[in-house]
């Protein structure tokens, strides 16, 4: 098993995008570490704290360092809310099959 911890500023700020933007569901919520899952598929969210470096939120890093890919029935639908949300389109949708 492997489980996918993404560092972020605000935490209480980043499960509300996530469930506006991804549909994703709360699992749970200790204050400032959250567990969420979108589509069966668990992650992590926790609050960077600020004394630490190695703990650095990518804004604060100056670097993107995880990728996220999500699989869903409609993409479409999917990645136009996430922009509806604030996300950036990113790269095309990509199907399986199709080059």
Do not use: C, K, Q
């Not at 996530?18 to 969420?36: F, I, K, P, S």
């Not at 993409?75 to 509806?84: K, L, Q, Y």
């Amino acid at each position: 098993m492997i489980s996918v911890m993404l560092i972020v500023p605000d935490a209480r700020a980043a499960i509300e995008w996530y469930r506006t933007a991804l549909g994703a569901t709360e699992l749970w919520d200790l204050g400032g570490v959250a567990g969420l899952e979108i589509g069966g598929a668990p992650f992590f969210l926790y609050e960077a704290d600020p004394t630490n470096p190695a703990e650095a939120a990518p804004g604060r890093a100056g670097v993107t360092s995880t990728r996220v890919e999500v699989f869903v029935d409609d993409p479409h639908g999917f990645i136009e809310r996430a922009v509806s949300a604030g996300a950036g389109a990113g790269a095309p949708i990509e199907e399986p099959g199709r080059s």
